[in-house]
């Protein structure tokens, strides 16, 4: 299917989906009626290239890792290099640990550590002085 017929489509289920009012869709020629109501939907882009991906991917990662770092402390769930082999005792703690692969009787389990996992040991959130604030996770905007 190409990326053409794909756009069809979405924009087919979407406009089922929104108000019968001019859409301006992404990527598209539109030209509103001056006062009359329209809105903007934003469609896959045109024939996008491997750069251009890999571009956006990277400052979506870096945003994530910033918001991270700034608001919580992360460290191994394990300490051990991943690949090497431990052994978990009984009473192991299962909701820090997944065993995964031919899982049967009972601790001690010894096998092969694929992923150390990632734990939180700080948390930095800002203190909230109004709880409704909370329930509000985009303003509202006025323009003077």
Wanted: net charge negative; charged share 20%; with cysteine.
């Amino acid at each position: 299917m190409s990326l053409e017929a794909i756009r069809e489509a979405l924009q087919s289920r979407l406009a089922a989906l929104t108000p019968e009012i001019g859409t301006a869709w992404r990527n598209r020629a539109f030209a509103p009626t001056p006062g009359e109501p329209w809105q903007s939907v934003d469609m896959l882009p045109l024939d996008p290239d491997d750069a251009e991906i890999g571009a956006a991917a990277r400052v979506v990662h870096g945003g994530c890792r910033k918001l991270l770092a700034e608001h919580f402390t992360l460290a191994p769930v394990r300490a051990e290099a991943e690949g090497s082999r431990v052994t978990l005792a009984a009473g192991f703690d299962a909701a820090a640990v997944r065993l995964t692969g031919n899982v049967v009787g009972q601790a001690p389990f010894t096998g092969t550590l694929s992923h150390r996992g990632w734990q939180v040991t700080q948390v930095r959130l800002p203190q909230l002085t109004d709880a409704r604030a909370a329930a509000i996770i985009a303003q509202a905007e006025v323009e003077l």
